[in-house]
């Protein structure tokens, strides 16, 4: 999925993290399972809603387009989930609908 441009090009997965991502708008997932470089949602990973009062608190206006062309910081993610293979990322930070950092859990080989 590192090598996705489009929405259309990430497994189904894929494309839910970034529908997630989208209704989100401003947050955190927390305790995302990866499997495989792919998002796994069963168990489902925890959602923390950030509202800003006279603020954007809907979810992204592409949220609900089918297809798109994938920003910098969603490649990036999805990069750094194919080099991952398996594992739990700690916390997915959102902003504007769009990865902004994530804690990854690790164990020293």
């Given amino acids: 999925m590192g ?5 259309a090009d990430l497994s189904p997965a894929g494309g839910r993290l970034v529908e997630l991502m989208q209704g989100i708008n ?5 305790g995302l399972v990866i499997r495989d470089g792919n998002p796994v949602f069963d168990p489902p990973p925890r959602i923390v809603r950030e509202v800003k009062f006279c603020g954007e608190n809907g979810p992204r206006p592409e949220a609900a387009r089918e297809d798109f062309a994938l920003k910098a910081e969603v490649r990036e993610l999805f990069a750094h989930l194919d ?3 398996d594992g739990i990322i ?3 930070e959102v902003k504007h609908g769009l990865p902004f950092r994530m804690i990854v859990e690790e164990d020293i080989a």
Wanted: aromatic share 6%; glycine share 12%; hydrophobic share 40%.
């Fill in 90 to 92: 700690r916390c997915i």
């Fill in 26 to 30: 401003f947050g955190r997932i927390e």
């Fill in 83 to 85: 080099a991952m293979g």
């Fill in 3 to 7: 090598n996705a441009t489009t929405k």
